[in-house]
């Protein structure tokens, strides 16, 4: 059975070291710690088979490497983590001046949103091959890491309340955990990453917002692959839920529970069934939970009419067409059409070409802004914020090697 691999190939890492330190230099932690064992590690629990120097990206638009890109926005990322090492949603700007002493970054989010924005960041300095341990933004990651284990409450909570708002970040934080605590099996992380997962069951109880759902099924089927024991049941339930909000075309759609806008709706709910955001987000779900594609009858159809319809959305940067941008569409639908490239790679190479190019084009390229994402054009901006647009972002440019594909052929 295949398994889902968080690639931490040290090859990746001494790239970017090698390639993109010298444009920001003066900003970034210390170079690797060459003689820390960890860092002979080319995969989990020391296999090295998983990650190929094929996977480290093509070339964006304009010529800008996909490394390029993605290490101009951890750099503004690590320029604009609070001293505590969490990031603010609302407050980032305060870390302003590192980059341009004139100017202060625009994109302010809600101050409700830091754990799920923290736990944004921190997948992406983990998706790079940046741990706590080894690269040139491991002080970065071990910030990020305490700030977490210290706000976690007794029972595994990393959020204030059990709300759905609040709830995103709690599962978005649980994920950054057990991917850190997977890559390096550091026993610090061990526990704080039991209670969270524990402590899922309990946010997902009475929840049946897809988005909420969707996050939960990649944190639970990411915690199994690291023997981290999850509640089967929680899991079904979630399945049966995207089962249940998914239509004969292979179309999921949304609850009007979760992350809300100014309006009280959840953003961009009201172009939902143009950008397809439900559809991509329930299709890595299934993915990721059914590898083999033979525990949840008619998976592979879904499956199969999903990428359909993701495909006939591409990525667009359309400010003119409101619905058309859309950061949480265009995350979930990269990592779908990417796994499933091992079936039919013809949808993701088609995909693929316009996100290099459209994240390319439009990351900032001066100024205190540089390496980030304008959150404003984006329906969970006035949420999430600049910390949320920039991780988001930078994640999808990280698509190709922070994931091993997982479906049998």
């Known amino acids: 059975m295949p398994s889902i691999r968080v690639l931490q190939h040290v090859l990746f890492s001494l790239v970017i070291v090698g390639i993109a330190a010298p444009c920001c230099e003066a900003q970034t932690d210390p170079p690797p710690d060459k003689t820390d064992p960890k860092a002979a590690v080319g995969g989990i629990g020391g296999g090295g088979n998983f990650g190929k120097i094929g996977r480290l990206g093509p070339i964006g638009a ?14 503004w990322l690590k320029n604009h983590q609070r001293p505590d090492g969490s990031w603010s949603s609302a407050h980032f700007d305060l870390e302003c001046g590192k980059q341009d002493d004139d100017v202060i970054c625009s994109g302010k989010g809600s101050p409700q949103q830091d754990v799920g924005v923290t736990g944004l960041a921190l997948l992406a300095f983990l998706g790079t091959g940046n741990t706590h341990r080894v690269g040139k933004y491991k002080y970065t990651c071990m910030g990020a890491l305490t700030w977490l284990v210290d706000i976690q409450d007794p029972d595994g909570n990393f959020a204030d309340s059990k709300s759905s708002d609040l709830a995103y970040g709690h599962i978005i934080a649980t994920v950054a955990m057990c991917e850190a605590y997977a890559i390096t099996r550091d026993d610090d992380f061990e526990l704080p990453s039991r209670k969270a997962v524990e402590f899922m069951s309990v946010v997902l109880e009475d929840k049946d917002d897809i988005t909420l759902i969707g996050w939960a099924v990649v944190a639970m089927t990411v915690a199994r692959e690291y023997d981290i024991a999850i509640d089967q049941s929680s899991l079904d339930r979630c399945m049966r839920i995207l089962v249940e909000r998914t239509d004969e075309s292979g179309r999921t759609v949304a609850s009007g529970l979760g992350a809300r ?3 009280g709706g959840e953003p961009g709910a009201e172009h939902a069934d143009r950008h397809e955001r439900p559809t991509a987000l329930a299709l890595l779900a299934r993915i990721f939970a059914d590898p ?11 499956i199969d009419k999903g990428v359909e319809l993701i495909e006939a959305r591409p990525i667009a940067w359309d400010t003119s067409d409101p619905g058309e941008i859309d950061f949480h569409y265009w995350y979930y639908g990269s990592y779908a059409l990417y796994q499933y490239s091992v079936i039919d790679s013809k949808p993701w190479k088609a995909w693929e ?7 390319s084009e439009h990351q900032a390229k001066e100024g205190e802004a540089k390496g980030s994402w304008d959150p404003s054009v ?7 914020g600049r910390v949320y647009s920039t991780a988001m972002l930078a994640l999808c440019m990280e698509v190709y090697y922070r994931y091993d594909t997982v479906l049998d052929r």
């Open 353 to 359: 070409k316009g996100m290099r190019e459209v994240l």
């Open 378 to 384: 984006d329906p969970w901006g006035n949420v999430g």
């Open 62 to 75: 304009n010529g800008v490497s996909t490394m390029r890109i993605t290490d101009d926005a951890l750099t």
């Open 292 to 302: 083999t594609l033979s525990t949840y009858p008619g998976n592979r159809e879904m």
């Open 261 to 263: 806008d100014q309006t």
